[in-house]
């Protein structure tokens, strides 16, 4: 019986994991699993990059706008569906593609999830009330004071991530650094990764088009769209949020557009810290396609 294999392709935003997924899909006559927690979304499409029609023809793509942003859905669910398609899937193929930029869902994946705590409802409305009073700023502050480790890797912007790390740490008295990437799960396949690697020069140019193209191509009018939501957690996020502060006219459309470039440079610096951490990425330049999906090749066996 041949061994199944799980092919992950990493890389930052805007460095062209989709079309690179694509190229590896139909070059291994198999499919892709998006683990970009962005694009899970049905109503947010613009502003996630999400495949378009056309790239979604070409081959099939697990958990792409399959939920919509009304429903309850983390890290932990994702983990139990993926492990369900893949014992079902690797019945009739031998590999399969995950991509995305969502480095929290690919570790649960290949590594599971770790014991995180948990945590009483007391220490939980006590963090909650220290964001409602303080805001994020106040969130970023405390965890960087209690556990600078996560601090460093965590996305800032993202105030459920900050909280979660301060609810444990109050919870048991350690950093939540101290619990995560214990123990790895046992997996039944292989995994093979792989990542795009760009000059950090043209990666910020391809940000910063990338982002115009998505203003051309309606994001504002997306956004209109969701904006009595956004206090929703999907909302919360690059893209979305600098828009909804356009809408309340706390800045111009101008100032809104190219705090998106930066926040999404910030984004993608994030990304490749958390990828540098993991040493068992090889890493290609988009011009070595070719030679990923050779050196993919000769990890199949």
Request: glycine letters at 4%.
């Amino acid at each position: 019986m041949a061994k199944k294999h799980l092919i992950v392709l990493a890389g930052p935003t805007a460095s062209g994991k989709t079309a690179t997924a694509i190229k590896l899909a139909e070059a291994f006559e198999t499919d892709i699993i998006s683990a970009d927690s962005r694009q899970f979304y049905k109503e947010l499409s613009i502003g996630t990059a999400a495949p378009t029609e056309e790239e979604l023809s070409r081959t099939n793509h697990f958990f792409v706008q399959h939920l919509s942003i009304f429903d309850k859905y983390d890290v932990a669910d994702y983990e139990k569906d993926v492990l369900f398609v893949l014992k079902n899937y690797f019945k009739l193929h031998d590999c399969i593609i995950l991509t995305g930029g969502s480095g929290l869902f690919i570790d649960a994946v290949c590594n599971g999830l770790d014991a995180i705590p948990d945590v009483s409802d007391d220490i939980r409305n006590k963090v909650q009330k220290i964001y409602e009073d303080g805001g994020i700023k106040t969130l970023q502050d405390e965890v960087k004071r209690v556990d600078n480790e996560y601090f460093q890797i965590v996305d800032k912007q993202n105030p459920r991530r900050l909280q979660r790390a301060l609810e444990v740490f109050y919870q048991t008295g350690k950093p939540y650094s101290t619990f995560r990437q214990k123990n790895t799960a046992e997996r039944d396949f292989d995994i093979i990764k792989v990542a795009l690697l760009w000059d950090r020069d043209k990666l910020i140019e391809r940000i910063n088009k990338r982002v115009d193209m998505m203003m051309k191509q309606g994001l504002l009018d997306e956004v209109k769209s969701v904006y009595k939501y956004r206090h929703l957690n999907p909302l919360n996020t690059v893209g979305y949020k600098e828009l909804f502060d356009y809408l309340d006219g706390k800045c111009t459309l101008e100032q809104a557009v190219e705090q998106i470039k930066i926040s999404t440079r910030q984004y993608a610096k994030r990304q490749m810290t958390w990828l540098r951490k993991n040493n068992d990425y090889q890493w290609f330049t988009i011009d070595q396609i070719d030679e990923m999906i050779k050196y993919i090749a000769s990890n199949l066996s």
